[in-house]
């Protein structure tokens, strides 16, 4: 059974530019968290998603930053015109269908540098 | 919003030496997890603790949850240069914010052979 997926790991992008962050969830798992981690510090929760739903979204950026997952395919995390301070470790978890308080099992993340 | 504090920030400690991270949080928990996060890595889940007051051991590891569910501890017993790294706790809310944790910044252990 594969872990959590990230692609890509590196991403670099020009000041401007789109990034989009793959997360592919553990088999038979429907719950998937994006989390932001700048050096040196704690993880920032950003989104927490089920199959085509958003469920929490209160640690997200109003602004160009989006997120989904859908019905097929990897959970993507959006970033649109990224800005220097966008520069962070990007991880995503998941987790099983609601049981309760489940642990959450983490990417090896996606490390994004804005020039 | 809720809050979860953690402290210290660093410790250095001389292999053999105990090591604890406290964990405190603004608001009652549901629950709170403790994950590992070593240099370059991504945060492995350790342990979760629900019920108040509980105490969970692994090996050389104690982890425990304050009667008012409020606070956590982690203690290792004769550190080993293995045990490197960043430890998080995490704590969940209730209602509707079940599904998130909110992660304290984490104690970033070094260990000196």
């Known amino acids: 059974n594969a872990g959590v997926m990230q692609n890509p790991r590196h991403l670099v992008r020009r000041r401007g530019q789109e990034a989009r962050l793959r997360c592919s969830p553990m088999?038979?798992?429907?719950?998937v968290y994006w989390y932001r981690q700048l050096p040196e510090e704690g993880l920032k929760f950003m989104v927490y998603?089920?199959?085509?739903?958003?469920?929490?979204e209160s640690g997200m950026p109003k602004e160009r930053f989006s997120a989904e997952f859908p019905k097929e395919g990897p959970s993507i995390l959006r970033i649109q015109q990224v800005v220097r301070g966008d520069s962070a470790a990007y991880f995503c978890a998941s987790s099983p269908p609601r049981q309760i308080y489940n642990e959450q099992f983490f990417g090896p993340g996606t490390r994004l540098t804005v020039l | 919003g809720q809050q979860v504090m953690q402290i210290p920030q660093y410790q250095h400690v001389q292999e053999g030496e105990d090591f604890t991270t406290y964990c405190n949080s603004s608001?009652?928990?549901?629950?709170i997890q403790w994950y590992k996060q070593r240099p370059g890595g991504h945060p492995v889940f350790l342990i979760q603790?629900?019920?108040?007051?509980e105490v969970k051991k692994q090996k050389r590891l104690t982890f425990q949850f304050g009667e008012a569910k409020k606070n956590s501890s982690l203690h290792i017993t004769a550190t080993q240069t293995t045990d490197v790294g960043t430890y998080f706790c995490?704590?969940?809310?209730?209602?509707?914010?079940?599904?998130?944790?909110?992660f304290g910044k984490g104690t970033k252990l070094s260990v000196k052979p």
């Open positions: 995490a704590g969940g809310g209730y209602g509707g914010s079940q599904g998130n944790l909110i």
């Open positions: 998603l089920q199959k085509e739903n958003i469920i929490d």
């Open positions: 603790l629900v019920k108040s007051g």
């Open positions: 088999k038979g798992h429907s719950h």
């Open positions: 608001t009652t928990l549901s629950n």
